[in-house]
Nanobody, 126 residues
Framework: QLQLAESGGGLVQAGGSLRLSCAAS????????MAWFRQAPGKEREFVAT????????YYADSVKGRFAISRDSAKNTMYLQMNDLKSEDTAIYYC???????????????????WGQGTQVTVSS
């Protein structure tokens, strides 16, 4: 069983930056496509970014493109989300997710991912 644990959330002013981490344990990290999702109060969980097993292929939601960057470090079994130029609408609980996949595959639907972390809160004050 793969376990995921997010960290790095917090309170930041609009225009600021945060870096989220997702530490994986229990299985081979490099066997999984990974993604970040978020859920704001009263809204459905939405896709943010995804990376393939090697991190060479990435895909972003239009709302974060150019501001957020997903990356992964197989030596540390950790995925990251660098968030720059944060806006109040980025306020949400951020979740990391994993799916066993072929090397180049990426996925952006919530229902594609069987493994989830508990989430980390990001609050952006305007």
């Amino acid at each position: 069983q793969l376990q995921l644990a997010e960290s790095g959330g917090g309170l930041v002013q609009a225009g600021g930056s945060l870096r989220l981490s997702c530490a994986a344990s229990g299985r081979s990290f490099s066997s999984y496509a990974m993604a970040w999702f978020r859920q704001a109060p009263g809204k459905e969980r939405e896709f943010v970014a995804t990376a393939n097993r090697g991190g060479s292929t990435t895909y972003y939601a239009d709302s974060v493109k150019g501001r957020f960057a997903i990356s992964r470090d197989s030596a540390k079994n950790t995925m990251y989300l660098q968030m720059n130029d944060l806006k109040s609408e980025d306020t949400a609980i951020y979740y990391c997710a994993a799916k066993g996949a072929s090397y180049y595959s990426i996925y952006y639907r919530t229902q594609d991912y069987p493994y989830w972390g508990q989430g980390t809160q990001v609050t952006v004050s305007s």
